[in-house]
């Protein structure tokens, strides 16, 4: 379960933070020029939140398994964070603090810290925080038939495969409305487990008034007291 979610934080971070266009979308786009406009306004962003629904399933990933939640971003000229809580199907915490990452699970009464610089080597983390590029980092495709029927005309769906081989990842599909947010991700992995994260309720610079005292808070956690630690 551990790894399931550490790979899923690396992936899910990829692209949630695009902003609304200047200028509406056209019909015509390429499938590049969806994911450069994705790209340049992702850097304009400082901060976001939103509630997430995820749904995983495959033949090496058992049962399929629901979840959701709440997520928090944000960052600035010296501060990259987010937070993932889950709150089904039981409590769990993805954090980083951009000096430690850290992984809570309420049922295993166990947390898990790894700094946060281990994971600047996955290609979807570093774009997170400032250090990838869509274009470059990905080969960019039209979506598969299957999916592509999933659009319409107020939503586009684009295909990207990593250029470097990634553990967890193989392809990634993206749903991107007319107004340029990020409702939907289809994550495969190379044993065909699928996961989709639907998103919902989402707020551009959701912290833009908020203290640097209250942003430390936000992305900080102390877990219970009986819970076991583990660095790595």
């Known amino acids: 379960m551990q790894k399931l979610l550490a790979g899923l934080l690396s992936v899910i971070v990829i692209c949630i933070m695009p902003n609304l266009l200047s200028a509406d979308a056209t019909d015509n ?11 340049n306004h992702y850097d304009t962003i400082t901060s976001l939140s939103l ?24 960052r600035d000229a010296g501060s990259n964070k987010m937070r993932w809580d889950y709150s089904a199907p039981d409590e769990q915490v993805l954090l980083s603090d951009g000096k430690n990452f850290f992984m809570y699970f309420a049922a295993q009464q166990q947390m898990i810290v790894t700094p946060a610089e281990n994971l600047e080597v996955e290609l979807t983390y570093g774009f997170f925080i400032g250090k990838g590029n869509l274009v470059e980092d990905f080969q960019i495709l039209p979506a598969d038939d299957n999916l592509k029927a999933m659009s319409g005309k107020s939503i586009k769906t684009i295909k990207l495969i990593p250029l470097k ?8 599909h993206l749903w991107v409305s007319s107004d340029s947010l990020l409702r ?16 919902s309720d989402i707020q551009i610079n959701s912290l833009s008034n908020t203290s640097a005292e209250q942003v430390e808070e936000l992305f900080n956690f102390t877990p219970p007291d009986d819970t076991e630690i583990i660095y790595q």
């Open 29 to 39: 786009e390429t499938p590049i020029e969806i994911a450069t406009r994705l790209q």
């Open 51 to 74: 509630n997430f629904h995820q749904d995983t399933r495959g033949e090496m990933a058992g049962r399929p398994r629901k979840g959701s939640g709440k997520a928090l971003f944000y």
């Open 165 to 172: 081989p990634q553990a967890q990842v193989q392809d990634i």
């Open 184 to 199: 939907r991700m289809h994550i495969q992995d190379h044993f065909g487990t699928v996961t989709v994260l639907n998103f």
